[in-house]
């Protein structure tokens, strides 16, 4: 029986990789054994195990680089978990004993990935972003393989290191199976455009903010446009509010508000428009669809990651691309307006979107797999 061994968490940028790699494991072989390793209080507790697969804690957190009272107690606390991670690490890897050992990124994945090197059990890691983080940079020395999504990630890593571009594997059901049409059928709304927008689970301010004035000025002008918005954690207590003393109908039929958005792959298929942030999963999953989009980067993202993932797509002319920085909703309406107006202008941003997508991500993981653990299945 194959053992697999899985680590990354912190966001569900570094979970939905690892949990898409599993599913690609588990098609090819499907009494693979999985056991998943992640911090105790991260997103990874709850959506691991529901996912079917076996989680086992280790404490682990990145140091804080600006120094405030509080950040230097989080510091402590890091080097606390830190001094403790090795062995800890050790002790999950010699009771699973695992056949192969794969990192998706975050803090909780180095010291797994690190040991099991150490230990010569086959190792590789994904790096979902076009700028590399810190634990890629790290492990990419001492691991069988790195798997990209974009070949622009190697700009930022060593030119000797063993690489591969496979692209990001995606949640089931962003593939562009559903059409445009079936989806808009499911969610209840008519022919007009529909726009999704969303900032993640935990929510965007800057997103929100966005939303609620286009919300707004659609529902004022009565443009014939569907919304669909997930708020998240962030906007749990205003986001309604602010739209209610806007003089928004929340109760519209075109208007559909959730703090977080379950059937996104629905939503993405209905959507002609998406605005949003531009983490690795969100930028691939516009890819798979084949979807126009405004890309919103997060500013406060380690290296500025989300701009590079973004301009992927900007410089290829397969989405508008808005610095926080130089946000203007004004323009944004302006923008949506000429969308609405012109359905063609976004046909373009989607085909090139669509063009970028690696349609044979998961047959690629699994040939790394395979090469590294051919002699187990």
Known sequence: MLKVLLAGGGTAGHINPALAI???IKDHVPDAEFLYAGTPKGMEANLVPDAGISFT??????FQRKLTLKNIGRNIRAAAYLASSGPRAKHIINDFRPDIVIGTGGYVSGPIVFEAARM?????IHEQNAYPGVTTKILSKKVDMVMLTVPEAMEYLDKDIPHTVTGLPVRKGFTGRMSREAARKELGFDDGMVILSYGGSLGAGAVNDTAERLIEYEQKNGLKINHIHSYGRMGKDTFIKNLEARGVDINNPRLMIKEYIRNMDVCM???DLIICRSGASAITELEAEGRASILIPSPVVAGNHQYHNAMVLGKAGAAIVIEQKDL?????IEKVTEFCNDPAKTDVLAQRAAELYIKDTPDRIWEQVEKLVGDKI
């Open 22 to 24: 599993a599913s690609i």
């Open 57 to 62: 804690p280790i404490k682990v957190s990145g």
């Open 120 to 124: 010569k059990i086959p190792t590789l």
């Open 269 to 271: 298929a209905a959507a």
């Open 328 to 332: 203007d909703y004004d323009k944004i």
